[in-house]
């Protein structure tokens, strides 16, 4: 089996379906995830995936039962293994920096193992936020993909979605009996990479409530960091108006337009957020007994500019 055959049959197979054609994932892209990663590498096949196509537009969904995420597709957005990998590096959670997310469907993920001085990586494991084991599930991204092309021609499989852009959905057991890795997790080698990503750890700002940054906000600026859930948004050409809330209060702010932006804020409802906020911001409703929830989003002026989004991915 080769990656670039494999693929064909997947992409005919969507092609058939209805499903809209994918794009390639960017080289300035594939070039900063190597930077990200290193020094660990990409492995092979998964690099000449992503130079054939963002796998997020691949429109197949069988991970691990459709009912569970209905525009969730199969394989994951780059961006979304961007951010998940900036999380594992900043927040040295459950995930090893060894592995690297390719798809997620609410709790359930999975990785493929990166390659380094542990081995040439390219496993594919499984894990989920309430049993944190992680499984072996797939040999190679070929084999991922070989799993799905055979699901596909064997079918049926039943498309949702207007023709162009229709989702595909396969039939979640019995591709699930098409599962299964070699050997075991690897876990004292991946712990044993930790210690080459000291360097490349940001460090944590200092976070703030709510509440404190309004009010030391009020008459000078004020650079922090909040922790928090998204209530409600708002798009428009200037950019997304956002409602955070956490246990001491509410906050309206501003974000800057940008795709990856409206892509975040479209999937993840907890941000660590970093914020500016000042005098040359209103901060009239601020003490009155009167949220911003009270008003339309695009009645109010700001309370306060994001300045960047860290989606909460595992957590």
Not at 59 to 86: I, N, Q
Not at 122 to 136: H, K, L, M, N, Q
Not at 209 to 231: F, K, M, N, P, Y
Request: hydrophobic share 40%.
């Amino acid at each position: 089996m080769s990656l670039d055959g494999e693929l064909d049959r997947v992409l005919a197979a969507l092609e058939r379906g209805g499903a809209a054609p994918p794009e390639p994932v960017p080289a300035a892209t594939i070039a900063a995830f190597e930077a990200l990663v290193a020094p660990l590498e990409l492995p092979a096949e998964l690099r000449r995936f992503w130079e054939r196509v963002n796998p997020g537009s691949l429109f197949v969904a069988p991970f691990p039962d459709a009912a569970e995420g209905m525009s969730a597709t199969e394989f994951a957005e780059v961006t979304l293994s961007w951010w998940a990998y900036r999380r594992q590096l900043d927040d040295r959670g459950p995930i090893p920096e060894t592995l690297l997310c390719i798809a997620q469907l609410v709790d359930r993920f999975r990785f493929v193992e990166l390659a380094g001085a542990h081995g040439s990586g390219g496993i594919i494991y499984g894990w989920e936020r309430a049993g944190g084991v992680f499984e072996p599930q797939f040999a190679s991204i070929v084999d991922w993909l070989a799993r799905v092309a055979d699901e596909l021609e064997d079918g049926p499989f039943r498309t949702l979605g207007d023709p162009g852009g229709a989702m595909l959905y396969i039939d979640p057991d019995r591709y699930a009996e098409r599962t299964g890795g070699p050997g075991e997790a690897p876990l004292e080698a991946w712990r044993k990479q930790s210690g080459l990503f000291d360097g490349k750890r940001r460090p944590k700002p200092a976070d703030r409530s709510i509440s404190e940054l309004l009010w030391d906000s009020v008459d000078r600026r004020v650079e922090a960091t909040v922790s928090g859930a998204l209530q409600r948004r708002l798009w428009s050409d200037s950019g997304s108006r956002v409602l955070i809330c956490d246990a001491t209060g509410l906050l309206h702010a501003h974000c800057d337009p940008s795709p990856q932006t409206e892509w975040l804020l479209g999937r993840y409802e907890r941000f660590e957020v970093d914020l500016v906020a000042g005098p040359n911001l209103d901060h009239r409703l601020v003490g009155r007994g009167r949220a911003p929830a009270d008003r339309a989003l695009d009645a109010l002026p700001p309370q306060a500019r994001v300045t960047a989004l860290r989606p909460y991915v595992f957590e």
